[in-house]
């Protein structure tokens, strides 16, 4: 059941709940940090990523930075929901929202600077995992136990980057490498946690109960199952024909779950549509991940199919839904910008995706449209979504 706020103005209604406080900062960091990395591939500004590469410091701030705030917003909003429990007051919230400041403030200035964003994001994520267990703890809804392993993973991904970028280690681009994985991984699986548990809801809600989707449960395991072994496959065996393999055995259960949840009627909403293409995008990318061991360049097409394709859909679908249902606006009626937000978005993806493919003497232009296009699409939502969370809720859905 969707919880409608009492209303509240101002600060007051911003600070009453999660996905109010990290959606602006989710928002706003995604269109700040995109045009960081724009002047740093211009050489307009340099990021001192201690012992990173800028490409592996760029990656840790999409996943930690973006998605670390987004995931906050989505999580705290949920467990709420499922819980029926308050969970996080102001103070909280405000200490949380510090906490991922300082960690960006730190990774942007660089250098010695780097401790402050190590440590920062550490307190951030061990806070962000405190306060989403402690309503589970108090109604022992232990089956969201897997989340909370997904947040240790992130946590632990993090702590791989930083000690790489630090050089505490001496293999240092190799921590960096397996922290920088194992949080995209995680944060994948997160997004197909998410869809799977909110998809279907909210096809059935936007047709008035008259569309059912098609959730078979072996589905749900076996995806599960060969999503876990890709990635023990990716880090055990990367160079052996079972990573191919099992990519692609996951890539075509992911295909039949598409095939069950599609409706015609999704392609009138771009709330929906950009859920289920995110979900295209994660069988596109395990498609050119089985394919890259025989094309080695195409490996980072694939983590852009995650990436940008899916994490950049899924997410900016997921906080429109989130923002408008939330605060109690009808998310069926039918908003001009929404296909201004998501368009660019799907844009982008594409774009990221096929130049390096078809067109490759275009890569840097091809690029750069890529990313003005994610940066239009967080643009219209900051116009559009943000004035929102300072403002009392309207009634109904």
């Not at 996080?88 to 990774?107: C, D, E, N, T």
């Not at 990573?243 to 996951?250: D, E, F, W």
Request: hydrophobic residues 60%; glycine residues 10%; proline residues 4%.
């Amino acid at each position: 059941m969707l919880n409608i706020e009492e209303p509240k103005y101002g600060m007051a209604a911003y600070w009453s709940k999660a996905f109010r406080v990290f959606f602006t900062a989710a928002v706003t960091y995604a269109i700040v940090n995109m045009l960081f990395w724009l002047l740093t591939l211009t050489r307009f500004w340099t990021i001192d990523a201690g012992h990173l590469s800028i490409y592996w410091w760029h990656a840790h701030e999409l996943l930690w930075g973006y998605g670390g705030a987004v995931i906050a917003g989505f999580l705290l909003t949920a467990v709420g929901n499922w819980t029926g429990r308050p969970t996080a007051s102001p103070r909280v919230l405000q200490a949380m929202l510090l906490a991922w400041l300082l960690a960006r403030i730190g990774w942007l200035l660089g250098g010695s600077w780097l401790w402050l964003g190590t440590v920062a994001d550490c307190v951030y994520l061990i806070l962000l995992a405190g306060v989403f267990m402690r309503p589970i703890a108090a109604t022992k809804q232990w089956r969201q136990g897997g989340i909370m392993s997904k947040l240790v993973l992130l946590l632990a991904g993090h702590i791989g980057v930083s000690i790489g970028a630090l050089g505490l280690v001496a293999n240092t681009q190799f921590w960096a490498q397996t922290g920088i994985y194992l949080g995209l991984f995680t944060v994948i699986a997160l997004l197909l946690t998410f869809l799977r548990r909110v998809y279907p809801f909210f096809v059935r809600a936007a047709s008035g109960g008259k569309v059912e989707l098609s959730t078979p449960v072996w589905v749900d395991r076996a995806s599960m199952v060969l999503f876990f072994t890709l990635l023990i496959v990716f880090f055990v065996w990367p160079d052996q024909l079972v990573m191919p393999l099992v990519a692609g055995a996951l890539a075509l259960v992911l295909g039949v779950r598409l095939v069950g949840w599609h409706d015609v009627s999704i392609w009138r909403a771009p709330l929906l549509w950009s859920l289920y293409l995110g979900l295209v995008m994660i069988a596109l990318g395990c498609v050119l991940l089985a394919l890259s061991y025989w094309f080695p360049l195409w490996h980072f097409v694939a983590v852009h199919s995650w990436t940008m394709g899916a994490f950049g859909l899924i997410t900016l679908g997921m906080m429109l839904r989130v923002s408008l249902g939330h605060t109690g606006r009808n998310v069926r009626q039918s908003r001009q910008w929404l296909w201004w937000s998501l368009v660019p978005m799907l844009l982008g993806a594409v774009l990221r995706i096929l130049t390096p493919l078809l067109l490759p003497q275009w890569l840097a232009f091809g690029y750069l449209l890529s990313q003005l296009s994610w940066t239009l699409a967080f643009v219209v939502m900051f116009i559009c979504v943000v004035p929102m969370f300072f403002k009392p809720n309207h009634q109904g859905l």
